[in-house]
């Protein structure tokens, strides 16, 4: 078994391999379709959702709704900056 103080107390080289992963496990970055299936967790553990479907929805829109009021805020922020930058050069 290596400590991480041990593997630094070796020679180590650019470009030596320290982690290999196994490329099975990679996920695509965009998947088309995704499906859940609460049926085991139902089944086995006695789990009940606690939200509905519908209110997740409405919770995570708004949650978008609200970052992107944000980024218009910084954009308005930056932009004023940038005008008060002008000014003053």
Not at 11 to 34: A, H, M, S
């Amino acid at each position: 078994m290596f400590s991480a103080y041990s593997l630094v107390d070796q020679q180590l080289k650019v470009g030596d391999v320290l982690v290999e992963i196994d490329p099975r496990y990679f996920r695509p970055l965009e998947v088309e379709f995704l499906q859940g299936d609460a049926s085991k967790a139902r089944k086995r553990l006695g789990w009940e959702p606690k939200v509905r479907f519908k209110d997740l929805v409405k919770i995570m829109v708004e949650a978008d709704i609200k970052n992107l009021e944000e980024m218009h805020q910084c954009q308005d922020v930056i932009r004023k900056l940038s005008n008060n930058q002008n000014i003053i050069k």
